[in-house]
């Protein structure tokens, strides 16, 4: 099935389909509204043929419907028609969790995206489960507020760099991962990294959006994110199928 895979950030809205190497965006930001997301997207790619349609979205999702309004974009994202918007079939899964899944190599792996806020997901025998932790209370205030972007921007590279390490530190000692994933746009930046983990790629969210779609290995239904966001990618027997990799994105492809 080809499929258009809609990473949205806080910065910019990303985006590839089946057969293409190369992504396109444009920017997002505190003012950009659904309607706005999508008439830009499809505008940008009236040359791409795609049958159905996944979503990153940098929030929870619950019942492939976001369930809060997002803080680092405009309102509207609660209860928008995302089917009738692109006229195709779309599942909406939180944005951590579709590179989450595009990360997963086997085990248990942990998942914590460092962008404009923060996500985070854990992947086990190829079932992901989105972690809401950007809220979640840290010190005196949000853990966004210390190991997001705006944490970075205030407390400078060296001291965010340790506060990230000590995140997962207790993250690794809670969840006992046998993989931890550090991806987003900052990830990055941490150098060296924290003992453990690895770095991920944003490219990968692109592939968890098209494992979003694959068959199953057993022949049946392709998976869907369930109540709260979580997809089961390809399982059959507790096992991962091994799948084809799609091309990692290198640069920005625009329209002609």
Not at 156 to 184: I, M, N, S, Y
Request: charged share 20%.
């Amino acid at each position: 099935m080809n499929t258009l895979v809609v990473d949205i950030g806080g910065t910019n809205v990303k985006f590839l389909a089946s057969g293409h190497d190369a992504p396109r965006k444009f920017p997002s930001g505190p003012e950009m509204t659904p309607q706005q997301m999508a008439a830009g997207v499809r505008a940008a790619t009236t040359d791409w043929d795609y049958e159905a349609v996944s979503i990153g979205f940098p929030g929870p999702v619950l019942c492939g419907q976001p369930m809060t309004e997002p803080v680092n974009l405009g309102p509207g994202w609660m209860g928008y028609d995302f089917v009738a918007a692109f006229g195709r079939p779309v599942k909406v899964i939180n944005d951590a969790a579709m590179q989450a899944l595009g990360s997963y190599r086997g085990g248990k792996m942990l998942f914590l995206g460092l962008g404009t806020g923060v996500g985070a997901a854990v992947v086990m025998n190829g079932v992901v489960e989105p972690l809401e932790v950007g809220r979640f209370h840290y010190k005196k205030h949000a853990l966004e507020h210390y190991i997001g972007a705006r944490g970075l921007k205030r407390l400078g590279r060296k001291k965010w760099q340790r506060l990230v390490g000590e995140v997962v530190a207790r993250f690794t000692r809670v969840l006992g991962p046998t993989d931890v994933v550090l991806g987003g746009g900052n990830a990055k930046k941490l150098k060296p990294l924290p003992p453990g983990a690895r770095l991920g790629d944003n490219a990968l969210a692109f592939l968890g959006g098209f494992r979003l779609w694959e068959p199953e290995a057993d022949g049946q239904r392709p998976p869907t994110p369930d109540r709260n966001g979580t997809a089961t990618p390809g399982v059959a027997g507790g096992q991962t199928k091994r799948r084809r990799r799609p091309p990692t994105p290198s640069h920005v492809e625009t329209p002609q």
